[in-house]
């Protein structure tokens, strides 16, 4: 059986002013060829369906257009599950026409999936938290114990548990009694949730810049040591880059985002899972690169020239410049950049401070006139710079408006 592990898509995200629906767009197709290509069985997304509560129009069609090509009209299973980013009563809305198309959604915690088949799958049992399916052409069912997003306090209401107990105590009780209840070696045993979670002593994952964080002190840590024994995959959202917490034998994986969002992400590779399991033995997962996108590139320089030179060459990116000079950046020197990369995101001058072993201690003389008393102050508020023609020429408007 061969499973397509993929999450974090964001749906409708931008980059500060800058939109990434075109390259959703091409990414989406990526991954509908590679599903395709790899004659995947199963796919599941992990949550963070969408970038916000309330998505746009544009992404909410580009979603369910994506998970019907995906779900081959009933043919091949799809599972999706909420995350922090999406709102649990908008994935939950469309699940009874979803169904009909092999596509289930779960917004909710300890969701409970009605029994259903389509042409290419049945779902024989569920329980809150749990589905088991039976695809046609294999002779062995599959099992998933699904968690998708809640903040700590509603999951253990959830969980049926007092708000005092450990939430990575609660998530492990629940998800052993599903275990031992479903989850025996006679068929494919797989976990899905979007948490933050973690190795027991492994230094903290970093969570991506932008992102609404979930982990707030060590009160919401889920160490991946609370995965049952039985499982042989488990399937994460939230962190964006690819990352096995689990062990080689008992892989516990967050396949990335599909696109870098933000710059603490620039160079990264984007994957997703591509897993081949059958009962009672250890999964093999090959992590398959995803090559649409722009790609996100930091670049300092301390020349106007050589900036422009290397702008002209990466047009199709997007990029975080910083300028580095003893001066303070001139406005032609701004709309040449500008005008040069139409991917410029955050323009950042930053000013180098001259050493200095003795300060200034000029005297202020009230009777100079207004631009030298001007120049002077601002030259004690800012290392000793002098004001560039562009704020001289501002101030001038100012003292004659």
Same mark, same amino acid.
């Given at each position: 059986?061969?499973?397509?592990?993929?999450?974090?898509?964001?749906?409708?995200?931008?980059?500060?002013?800058?939109?990434?629906?075109?390259?959703?767009?091409?990414?989406?197709?990526?991954?509908?060829?590679?599903?395709?290509?790899?004659?995947?069985?199963?796919?599941?997304?992990?949550?963070?369906?969408?970038?916000?509560?309330?998505?746009?129009?544009?992404?909410?069609?580009?979603?369910?257009?994506?998970?019907?090509?995906?779900?081959?009209?009933?043919?091949?299973?799809?599972?999706?599950?909420?995350?922090?980013?999406?709102?649990?009563?908008?994935?939950?809305?469309?699940?009874?026409?979803?169904?009909?198309?092999?596509?289930?959604?779960?917004?909710?915690?300890?969701?409970?999936?009605?029994?259903?088949?389509?042409?290419?799958?049945?779902?024989?049992?569920?329980?809150?938290?749990?589905?088991?399916?039976?695809?046609?052409?294999?002779?062995?069912?599959?099992?998933?114990?699904?968690?998708?997003?809640?903040?700590?306090?509603?999951?253990?209401?959830?969980?049926?548990?007092?708000?005092?107990?450990?939430?990575?105590?609660?998530?492990?009780?629940?998800?052993?009694?599903?275990?031992?209840?479903?989850?025996?070696?006679?068929?494919?045993?797989?976990?899905?949730?979007?948490?933050?979670?973690?190795?027991?002593?492994?230094?903290?994952?970093?969570?991506?810049?932008?992102? /609404? !964080?979930?982990?707030?002190?060590?009160?919401? *840590?889920? %160490?991946?040591? #609370?995965?049952?024994? =039985?499982?042989? +995959?488990? &399937?994460?959202?939230?962190?964006?880059?690819?990352?096995?917490?689990?062990?080689?034998? /008992? !892989?516990?994986?967050?396949?990335?985002?599909? *696109?870098? %969002?933000?710059? #603490?992400?620039?160079? =990264?590779?984007? +994957?997703? &899972?591509?897993?081949?399991?059958?009962?009672?033995?250890?999964?093999?997962?090959?992590?398959? !690169?995803?090559?649409?996108?722009?790609?996100?590139?930091?670049?300092?320089?301390?020349?106007?020239?050589?900036?422009?030179?290397?702008?002209?060459?990466?047009?199709?990116?997007?990029?975080?410049?910083?300028?580095?000079?003893?001066?303070?950046?001139?406005?032609?020197?701004?709309?040449?950049?500008?005008?040069?990369?139409?991917?410029?995101?955050?323009?950042?001058?930053?000013?180098?401070?001259?050493?200095?072993?003795?300060?200034?201690?000029?005297?202020?003389?009230?009777?100079?006139?207004?631009?030298?008393?001007?120049?002077?102050?601002?030259?004690?508020?800012?290392?000793?710079?002098?004001?560039?023609?562009?704020?001289?020429?501002?101030?001038?408007?100012?003292?004659?408006?």
């Amino acid at each position: 059986m061969k499973i397509l592990h993929t999450a974090d898509w964001h749906l409708g995200k931008r980059l500060d002013s800058f939109s990434r629906m075109d390259e959703q767009i091409a990414v989406m197709e990526e991954i509908i060829r590679l599903a395709d290509e790899q004659d995947a069985d199963l796919i599941i997304i992990a949550g963070d369906l969408f970038d916000a509560f309330n998505p746009g129009v544009e992404a909410i069609e580009l979603f369910y257009r994506t998970i019907k090509r995906l779900a081959k009209n009933g043919m091949r299973p799809v599972i999706a599950i909420a995350g922090n980013h999406d709102s649990p009563n908008l994935i939950d809305a469309p699940d009874p026409l979803a169904r009909a198309s092999g596509i289930i959604l779960i917004g909710h915690p300890q969701a409970m999936v009605a029994p259903f088949t389509t042409e290419g799958f049945s779902v024989l049992r569920s329980d809150k938290g749990f589905i088991e399916l039976q695809i046609n052409h294999f002779d062995y069912p599959i099992r998933i114990i699904h968690t998708a997003y809640a903040n700590e306090i509603r999951l253990k209401q959830y969980l049926g548990e007092d708000k005092e107990v450990q939430l990575n105590k609660a998530l492990a009780a629940n998800w052993k009694q599903l275990a031992e209840t479903y989850c025996d070696d006679q068929g494919v045993n797989i976990l899905t949730a979007h948490l933050y979670m973690n190795k027991y002593g492994m230094a903290l994952l970093e969570e991506p810049d932008g992102e /609404k !964080p979930i982990k707030i002190g060590n009160a919401d *840590l889920i %160490y991946a040591e #609370s995965i049952p024994p =039985q499982i042989q +995959y488990t &399937a994460l959202g939230h962190i964006h880059g690819y990352k096995n917490i689990g062990t080689v034998d /008992k !892989p516990a994986v967050y396949a990335s985002s599909p *696109l870098c %969002y933000s710059f #603490s992400e620039a160079g =990264q590779t984007k +994957y997703v &899972a591509m897993i081949n399991a059958v009962p009672a033995t250890n999964v093999t997962v090959e992590r398959i !690169p995803l090559t649409q996108g722009k790609p996100l590139i930091r670049k300092s320089f301390d020349d106007i020239a050589e900036c422009v030179g290397w702008l002209s060459d990466n047009r199709d990116a997007l990029v975080e410049l910083t300028l580095r000079s003893t001066t303070f950046l001139k406005a032609e020197d701004r709309r040449l950049i500008y005008q040069t990369h139409p991917g410029i995101v955050y323009l950042i001058p930053v000013v180098q401070q001259e050493e200095t072993n003795a300060p200034d201690t000029k005297e202020i003389r009230l009777t100079e006139d207004i631009s030298t008393l001007f120049k002077d102050y601002f030259r004690s508020k800012n290392a000793n710079q002098a004001p560039n023609d562009d704020i001289l020429d501002l101030f001038r408007e100012i003292l004659n408006s």
